[in-house]
């Protein structure tokens, strides 16, 4: 498991123990306004569940948008790429120049390029 997962599973125990230690020392009801009677403990509970859900929400909203948008640049960097693609060629075949021949070589192998007066300085 990763890290954080074993962390968020240990918080999550404590939770759990922390609620229950807590209903076992408040046993007696609470009478909150348009609400039935509840026990403290559960009364916690709902407020912690709402609290992470407020946090939540908007994060994992924005993590959404971003996702869509990645997914749509995406696209277009794909859409692009095969559209300036240069067409009847493989990945790996790029153009090739030939090798261009030295205007001054002679071909008599000699080292002397004909009349160039740069070979006499």
């Known amino acids: ?5 074993i962390a968020q599973v240990i918080a ?12 076992n020392v408040n046993p007696e009801y609470i009478s909150l306004p348009l609400v039935i009677s509840m026990p403290p403990a559960l009364i916690v509970l ?3 569940i709402l ?30 790429a095969a559209r300036f693609a240069p067409h009847g060629h493989g990945p790996g075949d790029a153009p090739v120049i030939p090798d261009r021949i ?3 070589a002679t071909g ?9 007066p740069t070979d006499y300085l």
């Open 12 to 23: 999550l125990v404590l939770l759990a123990i922390y609620l229950w230690v807590f209903h």
């Open 46 to 48: 709902i407020a912690m």
């Open 1 to 5: 498991m990763k890290a954080i997962r």
């Open 51 to 80: 609290t992470w859900l407020i946090a939540w929400l908007p994060a994992r909203m924005k993590v959404w948008r971003l996702q869509r948008r990645l997914k749509q640049v995406t696209e277009e960097r794909d859409a692009l």
């Open 108 to 116: 008599s192998g000699s080292g002397r390029r004909g009349d160039d």
């Open 102 to 104: 030295d205007p001054y």
